[in-house]
């Protein structure tokens, strides 16, 4: 299983940044899509999921401003991030969930200069 992110960069705070994430690998279903991000010094922290059934949850912190999504059919998950912040600058990572397995994605970079 192969989980491809994409769509990380620079931009300025009150900017906007879109990041996607395609499963590869032979996934028979995905059965929740993930989206966490780790900042310098600090511990892995989730940002936001979306299960099979399209139910979402969101951290506190990106609650109005970030908005999860999937496509089922090209196994891809999408992380629209507007209003961004200082403390938005992190690593961010897709997670895949598939009949109780965990598949980590190796990471895109999100820097948001103040």
């Known amino acids: 299983v192969q989980l491809q992110a994409s769509g990380g960069g620079s931009v300025q705070a009150g900017g906007s940044l879109r990041l996607s994430c395609t499963a590869s690998?032979?996934?028979?279903?995905?059965?929740?899509f993930g989206w966490y991000r780790q900042a310098p010094g600090k511990q892995r922290e989730l940002v936001a999921f979306?299960?099979?059934?399209?139910?979402?949850n969101y951290a506190d912190f990106v609650l109005g401003r970030f908005t999860i999504s999937r496509d089922n059919l090209e196994n891809t998950m999408y992380l629209q991030m507007n209003s961004l912040k200082f403390e938005d600058t992190a690593v961010y990572y897709c997670?895949?969930?598939?009949?109780?397995?965990?598949?980590w994605g190796k990471g895109t970079q999100v820097t948001v200069s103040a």
């Open positions: 997670n895949v969930i598939s009949y109780g397995m965990s598949y």
């Open positions: 690998g032979g996934l028979l279903s995905i059965n929740v």
């Open positions: 979306i299960a099979s059934d399209g139910s979402t």
